[in-house]
């Protein structure tokens, strides 16, 4: 596979000083662990009507929808004392599909009891089997220029590259050129939510903005979706403040295991995470040309769609 993966389009993110090279598979692009990985899983992965996937693109809120989510389906199983939430990175206690192996995967799923399964590749390059399952799908996004000033700082600390030796106009040009890890982002916002139209059974899109803006709503609308809906008793008993609470950026970010873990005993650190969870922390990076730049391509791809990001 890798001799496959290295025929492909590339792309060396310079901003990085070349330490990132991406490739261009079935219209979007990865780096090389995640296409072998996601390859991998579209060739073999068995997805199962119960399963649930917690689908993005990245830097959109994915670490906060999977400990939400993971939270609503294990709430009989663990309380706030217990839950393995407070001892490893929600990517551990929900991993991505691209990473894991195939059958460690399907494996993890059986032994824990947890339907649970994360992928950042684009709806229309999931696994077959995930759509004739007919297994549920939630999908995050997020502001387009929130994403972006996530997505440079996540990289860029990720190769210990200081603000000064990663010049942020670079990083600017390369996602608005559609080259960013699973993108064009336009394109993979637009792949779920097309399918949220043809699917609405099956996939329920969420915004970031709007799970801050009302949690309360948004998460009884997610726990009911998934088919783990909240009793009027669990709502009087405070359950779900309770959760909204427990996964705050507040209260997750300032978890040892978030502060000073990392997953698997990997490189990168479980804080990168965690930055700032700030709505518009984009006007502190972009120049007013970049931003009318964004917004103009934006609005022509999503004409008509009335998703505004
Ligand atoms: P910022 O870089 O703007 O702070 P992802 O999980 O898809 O990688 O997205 C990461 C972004 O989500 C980061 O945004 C991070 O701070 C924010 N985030 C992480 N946990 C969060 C939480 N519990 N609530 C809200 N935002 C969260």
Wanted: proline content about 5%.
């Amino acid at each position: 596979m890798e001799e496959m993966i290295e025929t492909l389009p590339q792309h060396t993110c310079s901003w990085l000083k070349d330490k990132m090279t991406m490739y261009k598979y079935q219209d979007f692009w990865a780096i090389k662990r995640h296409l072998q990985g996601g390859i991998q899983a579209q060739q073999s992965f068995k997805a199962e009507p119960s399963d649930v996937f917690i689908c993005s693109a990245p830097k959109t809120g994915t670490t906060w929808l999977k400990s939400l989510v993971f939270a609503i389906v294990t709430r009989e199983k663990f309380d706030e004392s217990t839950t393995p939430l407070l001892t490893k990175l929600a990517h551990e206690c929900v991993p991505i599909l691209e990473i894991s192996q195939v059958k460690e995967h399907e494996n993890n799923r059986k032994n824990s009891g947890f339907p649970l399964v994360a992928t950042h590749f684009p709806y229309a390059s999931l696994p077959k089997s995930v759509i004739s399952s007919n297994c549920k799908i939630v999908y995050i996004y997020r502001n387009i220029k929130d994403v972006i000033v996530s997505n440079y700082h996540f990289r860029r600390e990720a190769f210990k590259l200081p603000m000064e030796d990663a010049p942020f106009e670079e990083a600017f040009e390369e996602f608005y050129q559609g080259l960013s890890n699973f993108g064009p982002y336009w394109d993979h916002v637009l792949g779920y939510w097309k399918a949220s139209l043809e699917r609405p059974d099956s996939i329920l899109l969420l915004k970031y903005e709007d799970l801050k803006r009302d949690p309360t709503s948004n998460l009884k609308r997610l726990a009911d979706f998934i088919g783990y809906p909240f009793s009027v008793d669990e709502e009087k008993a405070g359950v779900v403040d309770n959760i909204i609470r427990f996964c705050s950026f507040e209260n997750m970010s300032n978890l040892e295991v978030n502060k000073t873990g990392k997953p698997n005993g990997g490189t990168l650190e479980n804080r990168l995470y965690y930055r700032k969870a700030k709505d518009g922390d984009w006007m502190n990076y972009f120049t007013d040309d970049m931003k009318e730049k964004i917004d103009k391509l934006t609005d022509e791809k999503f004409s008509g769609t009335g998703l505004v990001l």
